[in-house]
């Protein structure tokens, strides 16, 4: 196998994408990294390996930083990565870098590409983000920009682009904050706020499916007595699978955090129309 593609994707995008390079690249073997976290060791084994994942709060989502701690990349010669994202700047590849640099590499080609948001919480109102206009008008940009990205891939020469079509650009203020912290500070600061800030639970229209527990990327649902529970002792990967892949759209989440209301009852659900809950589930 000469390419090798790993993956992380909870609505989606980022498996629609993947499928998407494959198709562009002979002899390419799709990897769903979740999967191999249970693993102890983990080798890749290609020459070229690439990497396709959404930015999660402007950074990378906690599975790729722990799959990142524990891969053997040294059959890789050339390293790329794919962050899908709902169009903000993010310090993904930064910390990307930073992770890979511990064994002595480092991503030779990177390409951000906007998709649809699938962040029902705030303000966000994804029913009105993701019209079918809006999805057919960044479906194209993104087939357009994998176009580019492929040459450089298959004549293995560096592709580095930064800020490119961004609609929120990370402030002076907030580059200097993310320089002076560790950047595992995203990582931790996450993880406290799935287990302690935010509260997921399911509504009266839940029939009990299961489609959440068989979703659920980090096994952190269980279905008990047809009612979804959240363990706590299992930490979220903050995918949003289950609120986004429910049926009936019972998934809520309550916001402790202060001055940010609970706002998934009204602001509709995403995920992308060619891929199916079993699909996303496939990656566990
Ligand atoms: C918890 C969470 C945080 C997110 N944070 C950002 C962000 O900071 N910037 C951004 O542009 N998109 C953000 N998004 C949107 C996703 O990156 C985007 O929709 C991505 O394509 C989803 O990929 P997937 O369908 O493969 O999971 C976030 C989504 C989630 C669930």
């Known amino acids: 196998m000469n390419t090798e593609i790993y993956y ?16 562009k690249i002979s002899e390419s073997k799709l990897i769903p990294i979740v999967r191999l976290l249970n693993n102890d060791v983990i080798k890749t084994n290609a020459d070229m390996v690439g990497f396709i994942f959404p930015n999660f709060c402007l950074t990378i989502p906690i599975p790729i930083h722990e799959f990142l701690k524990k ?25 990307f870098n930073i992770l890979l640099k511990r064994q002595g590499k ?13 962040y029902p919480f ?8 993701s019209t079918e206009k809006n999805i057919h008008n960044l479906e194209n940009k993104m087939q357009k920009r994998l176009d580019v990205f492929i040459q450089y891939i298959h004549a293995k020469e560096e592709y580095i ?5 961004s609609n929120y650009k990370i402030p002076h203020w907030q580059k200097v904050l993310f320089s002076l912290i560790p950047k595992s500070f995203n ?9 302690k800030l935010l509260r997921f639970y399911s509504d009266s229209n839940c029939t009990g499916c299961g489609v959440c527990e068989k979703i659920c990327l980090s096994k952190k649902i269980e279905l008990i007595g047809k009612i979804p ?6 930490k979220c990967y903050a995918c949003y699978a289950c609120i986004n892949f429910c049926p009936q759209q ?13 706002f998934t009852e009204i602001n509709g659900r995403y995920h992308h129309k060619s891929i199916t809950y079993k699909d996303i589930a496939k990656q566990r």
Not at 8 to 23: D, F, I
């Open 187 to 195: 990582y931790v600061s996450h993880r406290y706020m799935y287990q």
């Open 122 to 129: 705030g303000k966000q109102n994804l029913a009105a983000t």
């Open 250 to 262: 019972a998934i809520q989440i309550e916001s402790k955090i202060p001055f940010v209301g609970s």
């Open 8 to 23: 992380l994707s909870g609505t989606g995008n980022s498996l629609h994408v993947a499928r998407e390079l494959q198709k």
């Open 106 to 118: 480092k991503l030779h080609a990177q390409l951000d590409i906007n998709m649809p948001w699938n």
């Open 161 to 165: 682009e930064k800020g490119i079509d």
């Open 71 to 95: 891969v053997d990349l040294s059959s890789a010669h050339f390293l790329f990565a794919i962050c899908t994202r709902g169009g903000s700047q993010s310090e993904a590849f930064e910390y």
């Open 229 to 234: 529970v959240w363990k706590e002792e299992t």
